[in-house]
């Protein structure tokens, strides 16, 4: 709801994070502090905020060079086994937020079409007269209202008023 909010924390939470382990760097090694910094990425990633993913990817690469490699506080790596963890922390935090967005998309998608599926099994229910006309016409306006977000559905016999959107019998 706040992706501002989100992408600013997508900032600041491995920095963070980095700091702390440099404080406690005698009890880190670099690759367990890499692994703790994907730890943050997939948290921003699992938002579903594609950006947020890949800012604190790149955030968590530079937190990781600056804190945990030496030279220290400095935005210089010079060993190459730094260099590389650096740059696969990098694709894993975009690869791991690519995936998260992929996922949640399909999430709704599959419940949107679960929904549809509901609204298809009650039409047919209602079609086989297990409740009134009125109470059917009812819940069939309820769900073509569900479905295109709008404001009110009423079913009117015979003519319509030339005001509003009309669903004819061909769609």
Excluded: K, N
């Excluded at 997508?10 to 090694?29: K, Y």
């Excluded at 790149?58 to 210089?76: C, E, H, I, K, N």
């Excluded at 590389?84 to 399909?106: K, N």
């Amino acid at each position: 709801r706040h992706p501002a909010l989100l992408r600013v924390l997508a900032v600041v939470a491995p920095l963070a994070v980095s700091g702390v382990l440099h404080l406690v760097g005698d009890l880190v090694t670099d690759s367990a502090g890499a692994l703790v910094l994907v730890l943050v990425v997939v948290g921003a990633a699992a938002t579903g905020d594609r950006i947020a993913g890949v800012v604190a990817a790149v955030s968590s690469a530079v937190g990781f060079d600056f804190f945990l490699t030496r030279p220290y506080l400095q935005l210089r790596i010079d060993s190459a086994e730094d260099v590389e963890l650096a740059v696969l922390l990098l694709c894993v935090g975009v690869a791991v937020s690519e995936l998260a967005s992929w996922g949640i998309r399909q999430s709704v998608t599959a419940t949107r079409q679960a929904g549809y599926m509901r609204g298809v099994l009650e039409s047919a229910l209602l079609a086989g007269g297990s409740v009134g006309v009125e109470e059917g016409l009812e819940r069939v306006s309820e769900g073509i209202r569900t479905v295109l977000g709008a404001e009110a559905v009423r079913f009117v016999y015979g003519d319509h008023d030339a005001g509003c959107a009309v669903i004819h019998p061909d769609g």
